[in-house]
């Protein structure tokens, strides 16, 4: 049966990796019986030489890595003000810091409630350390909620009393959504109709909609997400990781 034409694009991929130079030397467009010659000419060989599917396949992968950190490493150059200073975001640690950790979160999220001791102990164990927290929320409208608040009590809080609502927010027990975080508000004694007021700005907008594209642009798909550098780290790594990543980025 003679191949389509994105059926062929994938089997020319594979080989490419697979197959001698002699065999691939055939001009290009393919006829169509050119077409099921090719797709005879790989049947065979794969069939004789099965081992080199999962070589292919590893080397496939490689490059796909090497291309999607080639991409990354454009973004980051390019993206690099809205990433580590945007004024709507806040700062953690040292706001002069020589090494800049960026931490994508979402308030529901177990694996960044986990992290928050993580970024904790690397504030105080390293009293160069800037970071930066980057409202994420990919886990619902709860979340959406959540940040929506937290964004709005920003105007409210700075410093250590931001961290303190941060930190309030994510160790919360149940679902975080814009209860929960006006809870967390009143109990910290914000203005509560100035907070509601806030919560109309269309800077609020804008603040989840540039770091929505920066995740998207970074590939990052989940959250904890954390950028040091030229690194993109996914998950909740722990301690020793993220300092790794910081000590190598001083260097």
């Known amino acids: 049966m003679p191949l389509n034409a994105p059926a062929l694009r994938r089997v020319a991929l594979l080989a490419a990796l697979v197959l001698p130079s002699a065999v691939l030397a055939q001009p290009a467009p393919f006829t169509p019986e050119q077409r099921e010659a090719f797709g005879g000419i790989i ?3 794969l069939l004789k030489n099965p081992e080199v599917l999962q070589e292919a396949f590893t080397e496939l992968q490689r490059r796909q890595q090497v ?8 973004v980051l150059t390019a ?17 002069q810091g020589d090494v800049t950790m960026v ?23 390293d009293p160069k350390l800037r970071v930066v927290i980057k409202d994420f929320p990919v886990l619902g409208p709860g979340s959406v909620e959540a940040s929506r608040v937290a964004l709005a009590a920003k105007s409210q809080l700075a410093g250590d009393k931001l ?3 941060h930190t309030k927010l994510m160790e919360r027990r149940g679902q975080a959504n814009g209860e929960s975080a006006k809870a967390v508000a009143k109990e910290m004694d914000l203005d509560m109709a100035r907070l509601e007021k806030d919560l109309q700005s269309g800077e ?36 020793e990781p993220l300092k790794q990543v910081i000590a190598n980025t001083r260097k």
Do not use: H, W
């Not at 291309?67 to 454009?74: L, V, Y």
């Open 43 to 45: 049947r065979e060989y």
């Open 67 to 74: 291309a999607e950190q080639a991409d990354r490493a454009e």
């Open 79 to 95: 993206e690099r003000g809205k990433l580590e200073n945007s004024p709507r975001d806040f700062v953690l640690g040292n706001p």
């Open 103 to 125: 931490e994508f979160l979402d308030y529901n999220c177990g694996y960044c409630k986990r992290a928050v001791a993580d970024v904790k102990a690397l504030i105080k164990s």
């Open 163 to 165: 961290y303190e609502f």
């Open 204 to 239: 609020i907008n804008a603040a989840l909609q540039e770091t929505m594209e920066l995740g998207e642009k970074l590939g990052i798909n989940g959250t904890p997400g954390f950028v040091i550098g030229n690194e993109v780290i996914a998950g909740a790594v722990g301690v």
